[in-house]
């Protein structure tokens, strides 16, 4: 005896809805964060919008990282500031 069997029904495409948005914080930030950076050194200033993370090299040695760390983190959006 042969089994004849009917293929799945399609499934369909589930929906997706996309936002899109202009983002002026991040604009705002760098300037608050360059402002408190003024004194230093900065080489490279970074914003991974997917990773959400902020990225700064500071060139030199004669400063107290954990003092600029506090300082960042006192901007409004920066969130657990590591130093490496």
């Known amino acids: 005896m042969t089994t ?3 293929a799945p029904a399609a499934v369909a495409a589930p929906v997706m ?3 899109t948005a202009d983002i002026v914080e991040t604009v705002g930030m760098f300037a ?3 402002v408190l950076l003024n004194p230093y050194d900065v080489r490279h200033l970074s ?3 997917e990773a ?3 990225r ?3 060139a ?3 400063f107290d990282a954990g003092r600029v ?3 960042l983190e006192k901007v409004i959006g920066v969130l657990d500031v590591t130093v490496s």
């Open 52 to 54: 959400s993370t902020l």
């Open 69 to 71: 760390a506090a300082r």
């Open 4 to 6: 004849v069997l009917d």
């Open 32 to 34: 608050r964060i360059a």
């Open 17 to 19: 809805t996309v936002f």
């Open 56 to 58: 700064i090299v500071v």
């Open 60 to 62: 030199g040695n004669g």
């Open 47 to 49: 914003l991974c919008l």
